[in-house]
């Protein structure tokens, strides 16, 4: 196996300040869900200080019960799991580039960048607006239409058609439409897409090649299945994702959409080493900085907070990032105030931590709800912030 970064071999605890037996039962926590059947299979990497404090892969990735696959692949460190919505902030991060650059104000109007967005009480809609899930937009209806994913004008002109769900201000998060906006944005100001401007200006100068929206190089049977293992019906931001859910997000649209709320690819060791680039204020593993550490700092501060609409649930949020909280949140029973990340689906989340310094990506490809996801993440993130004692 490949032992180059972001793959290296995790070292002693002590070597990055976390207690051995903390971070021994971690690991075994995350190894007993697996064996429980909480998830077919998965990996969970740790960064701290610039180096690996723990790295488990682990279970099946495509075959499991005959789904996904005639015969069973097992997980490897560097298999290539669809991560869905913890490529949100990714997205975010490209804007900051280039609100940094000086191409864009995250204060304007989106109608100020993409003139045919007014109309339909649109044209007070903020790009901030977007980031922080306050647009009102919702598409429920594209959930059952994943085949038009990859059409981004069909898409993109569906979405100027459609008046928003609730004014502008409301709390309700946007779970494709937050990508939609963001990538037309992008692609006005650059030419290029989100994806290539990810791609070309974050993922291949830290090295993170293995970190794409959409497939990459890879063909789509390299990827982990996505398994629902939950009720026939489960109604979140007012779609039943229940329904022909293996169908739709495994299927090859989803990827070639690139649409940076929902298609990010990638394995834990390439989302941790990520989020270590961010706890290091926007430097690589060899000191350039990327993007200015004050700037990494606004877009992980709160923006806006409490319950919201669509999920049906408190949030915290930065500027694309979802943020701990003084009560508990995915990132620890409490005090986890000085976390930013995203989950994807009910089986991922990728974070890292202005007080500890920990960088985390657990990556499985179990879906079942997010009382689910919620009780299983929370064992392992708090013991994680523990182990930093």
């Known amino acids: 196996m ?56 682990c279970g099946i990735a495509r075959g499991w019960q005959g789904r996904g696959g005639d015969s069973i692949v097992n997980v490897q460190d560097n298999t290539p799991f669809p991560v869905y919505s913890t490529g949100k902030p990714m997205a975010a991060v490209v804007i900051a580039m280039l609100e940094s650059q000086g191409l864009l104000d995250v204060s304007q109007p989106v109608m100020s960048v993409l003139p045919e967005f007014a109309g339909l009480g649109r044209d007070e809609i903020t790009i901030l607006d977007v980031l922080t899930h306050r647009g009102g937009i919702i598409l429920a209806d594209l959930i059952n239409n994943h085949k038009i994913w990859n059409y981004k004008e069909a898409v993109w002109q569906h979405l100027l058609k459609t008046s928003p769900r609730y004014p502008r201000g409301t709390f309700a998060y946007m779970p494709t439409e937050y990508g939609i906006i963001l990538d037309q944005l992008v692609t006005r100001l650059t030419g290029k897409t989100i994806a290539e401007v990810f791609q070309s200006q974050l993922a291949a100068p830290l090295g993170l090649h293995s970190m794409h929206y959409g497939l ?43 649409n940076p709320a929902f298609s990010m690819v990638a394995d834990a060791a390439t989302l941790a080493a990520f989020y270590e680039f961010l706890t ?38 930065g500027h694309g990032f979802m943020l701990g909280t003084a009560t508990p949140s995915p990132y620890g029973w409490w005090g ?20 500890t310094g920990l960088s985390v990506a657990i990556v499985t490809n179990g879906n079942k709800s997010l009382s689910n996801f919620f009780s299983r993440f929370i064992k392992i993130t708090h013991g994680l912030k523990m182990a930093c004692k």
């Open 280 to 317: 290091n204020g926007g430097r690589t593993p060899n000191g350039e900085q990327i993007i200015k550490d004050d700037l990494v700092n606004r877009y992980t501060t709160r923006q806006v907070s409490g319950w919201n609409k669509s999920l049906g649930t408190y949030l915290s949020l």
């Open 2 to 57: 490949n032992n180059s970064y972001p793959y290296e071999s995790a070292v002693e605890a002590s070597e990055v300040g976390m207690n051995a037996d903390r971070l021994r039962q971690v690991a075994n926590e995350f190894l007993k869900q697996q064996q429980q059947g909480l998830f077919p299979g998965g990996q969970l990497v740790v960064r701290r200080r610039g180096k690996v404090a723990l790295k488990l892969a």
């Open 336 to 355: 986890t105030g000085g976390c930013f990340g995203h989950p994807g689906l009910f089986s991922s989340l990728a974070y890292g931590d202005h007080k």
């Open 216 to 258: 990459g190089s890879r063909r789509l049977d390299e990827l982990a299945w996505s398994y629902w293992q939950g009720k026939d019906r489960y109604v979140i931001a007012e779609m039943d994702v229940a329904e022909r859910f293996e169908e739709k997000q495994n299927d090859a649209a989803v990827f070639a959409a690139g």
